[in-house]
């Protein structure tokens, strides 16, 4: 992942990382990787997962446990025990009078437990591999949103970028407009045309001061929308080009090896394929409840009538076998549930391959479209531009009526608004072909 100085994101509130002032694309989305809160969020949940799987593979090592137990009792069988871990036990002691009322007794006891699991039907291992598998999908994941964080710079850029091209377009149309009104007025001085005339251009001049204020607004919403996505506050100022560059063409061309590719390289998919493994583990763990459980049990432990001390010392190793008889039906339903689970995680893998085929073949032939949308608006504006220059002549030598005239105008602001949203849209069609392919 590219690395941004601290330098370049701390300049960004106040006008962008260059010397013009202008935040590039790839700059945008080197700062959101770094600041998106979803990604951070993603981040968190790899680093929890990879614990989940330290602590799984924990449990088939040994357990080391110490315990510090102070008493002091008048309790026969306490006294009785506690003198003999002390070794302080005598003859005295056989008295009846004193096994049945002894003295009160204090006792320190030091104890040192090392429990290791020799068997647990499996369960353990079965834990340790769910836990693997469960991080690994984390972490397939979490690289998953990194490419998705991307693809949202890459459309709120757009947008934004998007916002400042048709706020020109509306600023260059409401000059024209105004040019006509004045050209109106002449001619209409000039006794050429009739008054009605300068009032339908300054109809059209108002409808296009009413465009330009809504593109305004619309400025100012895409922009807080990219510092949303880039993790910066949404009011600071950030300055961007007048347009997108072209993507390039060709990347689109063969619909079916980018299914193939998808299907390789798709980290959700990838992911999805960990979560079935991981749930066929969790049943199999789920199973190891219908079998014996061996564990070895070492201990050593120093008795004392004060504390720090060691009167007496004595030490214990035994094994246990444990097995649940019945539980209720508890193992079963989570063997049952186990399974389901399994089940279930395999039915959603495979309407997540149909779903990925899906948004490629979206996303192939939505950047089919926007390409072909922009070389159509392309010669169309430069279509509109000529037949506007051509009426403004021939309405200055009275030969076009003012409909005419604003008709043209209307007819070059709509091919430049289109060809501004196909660029953005094929931006955006093409960022979507690498989201769905999987390429990083």
């Known amino acids: 992942m ?14 962008g990382p260059r010397a013009d002032g202008v935040l590039r694309l790839e700059e945008a989305i080197a700062v959101a990787l770094q600041r998106n809160r979803h990604l951070s969020a993603a981040e968190a949940g790899r680093e929890a997962a990879a614990a989940g799987a330290q602590e799984a593979r924990a449990g088939r ?44 007794l204090t006792n320190f006891t030091s104890r040192l437990v090392v429990t290791q699991p020799v068997w647990a039907g499996g369960r353990l291992r079965a834990q340790a591999r769910a836990a693997r598998e469960g991080s690994a999908a984390a972490d397939l994941l979490t690289r998953r949103t990194r490419q998705q964080v991307r693809h949202q710079v890459v459309a709120a850029y757009s947008d934004a970028v998007l916002a400042g091209a048709r706020q020109r ?31 339908s251009a300054q109809v059209r001049a108002s409808e ?20 949303a996505v880039m993790g910066l506050p949404q009011s ?34 990838q992911a999805g394929e960990r979560e079935v493994a991981r749930a066929a583990w ?71 391959h149909e779903e990925i085929a899906l948004e490629v073949r979206r996303a192939w032939a939505d950047g089919a479209t926007a390409r072909a949308r922009l070389e159509q608006a392309r010669g169309a504006a430069g279509l509109a531009r000529e037949s506007l220059r051509m009426v403004e002549d021939r309405y200055r030598e009275g030969l076009a009526p003012l409909v005419e005239l604003l008709d043209a105008e209307t007819a070059r602001t709509r091919a430049r608004a289109r060809e501004v949203e196909a660029l953005r849209d094929l931006v955006v069609a093409s960022s979507a072909l690498e989201l769905a392919v999987g390429r990083p």
């Open 236 to 269: 600071a100022p950030v300055a961007l080009p007048d347009a997108l560059p072209e993507p390039e063409a060709g990347q689109e061309a063969d619909l079916e090896a980018l299914l193939a590719e998808a299907r390789e390289g798709r980290l959700d998919g």
């Open 2 to 15: 590219k690395r941004v100085p601290l330098i370049l994101i701390l300049l960004l509130p106040v006008g």
């Open 208 to 227: 296009i001061e009413e465009m330009l204020a809504a593109a305004a607004g619309e400025v100012q919403v895409s922009y807080a929308a990219l510092n």
């Open 282 to 352: 969790q049943a199999r763990a789920a199973r190891a409840g219908h079998r014996p459980q061996v564990d070895l049990v070492a201990m050593y432990e120093a008795n004392h009538d004060s504390y720090p001390g060691a009167d007496g010392t004595n030490w214990t190793v035994m094994a246990s076998v444990g097995l649940t008889l019945f539980d209720g039906g508890a193992t079963r339903a989570q063997v049952r549930r186990g399974l389901a689970e399994a089940k279930a995680r395999e039915r959603m893998q495979e309407q997540l």
């Open 61 to 104: 090592l040994p357990r080391f446990g110490v315990a510090e137990v102070a008493s002091r009792s008048t309790n026969p069988v306490m006294v009785f025990g506690n003198l003999l871990g002390q070794e302080a036990f005598g003859p005295a002691n056989f008295d009846p009078a004193f096994l049945n009322e002894p003295d009160p």
């Open 169 to 199: 377009v509306a600023t260059e149309a409401l000059a024209t407009a105004r040019a006509h009104v004045a050209l109106a007025e002449d001619l209409r001085a000039a006794g050429l045309v009739v008054a009605s005339d300068v009032l």
